[in-house]
Structure formats: structure tokens, C-alpha cells
């Protein structure tokens, strides 16, 4: 009797032990996690972008950063139907890069950057490729959102990657044409981060 005892209190020690040693598993997994700091870096030309941005910083108690130029855009500046626009000449020019404010802000304490803009001729805007070249993104995983009245991402990943490290990762990730909630925005940001 005393050892059958004995062993049904040593099978509930070692089942208690696999049980802890899951639990701890699973909690260093999330410090882990906790541990990546995530950023939320944004150029909006018109608000809507920025509105965005705000909501999914707020959805995923992210930092938050605006990526501000120099020279804000004006609505003559955005006029993508005049040929002589700022933004139109800008986008022509692929090699453009449009000053942006040097406001000492580094990017190097975050492991993860989703990055937001609006999509112009099917590309992000060159002051994003300013933004990217002004910091180092090394080991760092970027995760483009963007807004547009109705062009895709076109050839934006690939146009962004020459504004970083080959061992950046940028991977493009949604496209917004409406006003995201914070649980809409909390849900994409699950299935990326």
C-alpha cells in the first residue's frame, strides 16, 4: 500500500513538473515577444495615411513616428493631373529624395517597423526611400501598409528594397481603401507579426 502510495505521489511530482515546464515554455515565449519593440513609421500627404497609422499603433501599443518633409506637400504639390506637380516630378525621377526633418529620431531599438504610406504611380512616395536611407534597418523586418484611392502596391517592395540592406526583409503587407477599426487592424497585424 505504501508504495503504491509512493507512486502515485512521484506520477503527480512528474506530471506537475512536465506541466510547469510547459507553462515556463510558453511564458519565455511570450517575454520574448514583449521583448521586440515594434514601430509604427508613417508619411501622410493629406491625413489619411497618418489616421491609419494612428489606429494601428494604438491597436498593437506600438510606437509611432511621422516621417515629416521638409517641405510639406501642398494641394498644388499632390495635383497628380498637372505634369508640372511637385509629386508628379518627383515620381518621375526615381532617383528624387525629398529632404525630410532631422529630428534625431533612431530606428535602431525596434526589431519590427510597419511602415505606412500612400500609394502614388504605383510606388511608395521617394520621401519613403529618404526615410529608409537615413537609417539602418539591418536584421529589421519591414511590413508596408499603404492607402490609395484605388492603385495596388504595384512594384513598391521592389522599388523599397533598394533603399535598404539585403538582409532588411520588407514584405508588403495591406492595402487600405477604407477606415480600418483598431480590432480590423489588431487581427491583420496577428497573422504578420
Do not use: C
Not at 501622410?44 to 511621422?66: F, H, M, P, R, W
Not at 515629416?68 to 498644388?76: E, Q, R
Not at 492607402?147 to 528594397?161: A, D, H, I, W, Y
Amino acid at each position: 500500500m505504501k508504495n503504491i502510495f509512493l507512486i502515485i505521489l512521484g506520477l503527480i511530482i512528474i506530471g506537475s513538473g512536465a506541466v510547469w515546464a510547459l507553462n515556463s515554455k510558453s511564458q519565455a515565449k511570450e517575454d520574448t515577444n514583449m521583448d521586440k519593440k515594434v514601430l509604427v513609421a508613417y508619411f501622410s500627404a493629406t491625413g489619411t495615411t497618418k489616421q491609419v497609422a494612428q489606429n494601428l499603433a494604438g491597436a498593437i501599443n506600438a510606437d509611432i513616428y511621422e516621417i515629416k518633409p521638409k517641405v510639406p506637400y501642398t494641394k498644388a504639390d499632390l495635383d497628380w493631373m498637372d505634369k508640372n506637380s511637385r509629386s508628379t516630378l518627383e515620381m518621375a525621377d526615381h532617383n528624387s529624395r525629398p529632404e525630410i526633418v532631422d529630428d534625431g529620431f533612431s530606428t535602431d531599438s525596434y526589431d519590427t517597423i510597419f511602415l505606412g504610406f500612400p500609394i502614388w504611380w504605383y510606388i511608395a512616395p521617394t520621401v519613403v526611400n529618404t526615410f529608409l536611407e537615413a537609417h539602418d534597418f539591418t536584421n529589421k523586418k519591414i511590413i508596408l501598409f499603404a492607402t490609395s484611392g484605388g492603385s495596388g502596391f504595384g512594384r513598391t517592395v521592389e522599388n523599397l528594397k533598394k533603399s535598404v540592406t539585403s538582409s532588411t526583409e520588407i514584405k508588403e503587407g495591406k492595402l487600405f481603401n477604407n477606415h480600418p477599426t483598431k480590432e480590423e487592424l489588431k487581427k491583420w497585424t496577428e497573422g504578420v507579426l
